[in-house]
């Protein structure tokens, strides 16, 4: 059994808004309540980089390249985590993960957020002198 089941991704255009969501499966409540969860996200020959993250006073913080745009919750009843991403960019599109931050459990399969560029590859055009 998984850790983590995050889900929710999709493919939105910029501008556009996801709800992701994730369910910590194996945590027990007494477990769960306590922590600090994190979403974290990674995009192919990169590092994972941390989003956000939310204690178990709900107090949040966030990536600054996600600041006022994305928005971490909790219910705990339920062992869920949640981001409400707004005003989607290109450059967030990752496998996004959540987990429990400074603790961290095997990682989940992560879910895909895809968020095309409005440019073309654009064409090369050179005139030799």
């Known amino acids: 059994q998984v850790h983590f089941v995050e889900s929710g991704g999709g493919l939105v255009q910029p501008g556009g808004s996801l709800r992701l969501s994730c369910r910590a499966s194996?945590?027990?409540?007494?477990?769960?309540?306590?922590?600090?969860m994190a979403w974290y996200r990674q995009t192919p020959g990169k590092q994972r980089e941390l989003v956000a993250t939310?204690?178990?006073?709900?107090?949040?913080n966030y990536a600054d390249s996600v600041k006022d745009r994305f928005t971490i919750s909790r219910d705990n009843a339920k062992k869920m985590v949640y981001l409400q991403m707004n005003n989607l960019k290109p450059e967030d599109t990752a496998v996004y993960y959540c987990n429990k931050e400074g603790d961290l459990r095997p990682w989940g399969q992560g879910t895909q957020v895809t968020v095309p560029s409005p440019w073309g590859q654009g064409t090369q055009v050179t005139v030799p002198s």
């Open positions: 939310i204690t178990r006073a709900s107090i949040t």
């Open positions: 194996r945590m027990i409540t007494s477990t769960f309540n306590p922590a600090t």
